[in-house]
């Protein structure tokens, strides 16, 4: 009589989650690169502090995660825009600035806002589709 052949198999847990937290981390640390320097790409650019603030880290501690951001203060309202708004001197009695090559005094500037320039959230939704992530609102899964 003829017998099929037996094949034991033992799965080391240990070495199954090095293996796969180091792939994940390897997928981590090459998508947040793409994201970092797709946003910096996108940033709109002045003087390009903004641009030259983005960076990204890395950690392995727990769940591996990865976090790009900017530390320049004025980040969120070119990224998120701004609500019209009311503008007033901080010191003396008017403000001064350049419209069209003229100087400008006034005591009370009605701001229109701005549009949000979303650089970094724009980055993160295009390298997920590209990666193939899940990107949710916040972040990606």
């Known amino acids: 009589m003829w017998s099929s052949p037996v094949a034991n198999v033992r799965l080391d847990r240990a070495e199954i989650r090095a293996a796969t937290r180091e792939a994940a981390m390897q997928e981590i640390s090459t998508g947040v690169r793409q994201v970092s320097n797709l946003a910096k790409v996108r940033t709109p650019v002045d003087t390009g502090r903004l641009r ?16 790009v951001f900017t530390n320049v203060q004025y980040a969120p309202y070119v990224h998120d825009g701004t609500r019209p708004h009311v503008i007033r001197p901080r010191r003396g009695q008017a403000l001064r600035f350049r419209v069209g090559g003229r100087t400008v005094f006034a005591r009370v500037v009605n701001h229109p806002g701005t549009r949000g320039r979303p650089f970094l959230t724009s980055a993160l939704r295009d390298v997920s589709a590209a990666r ?8 990606i899964d």
């Open 132 to 139: 193939g992530w899940i990107y949710r609102e916040g972040g």
């Open 52 to 67: 030259a603030s983005i960076r990204y880290t890395i950690s392995s501690s727990g769940n591996p995660s990865a976090t």
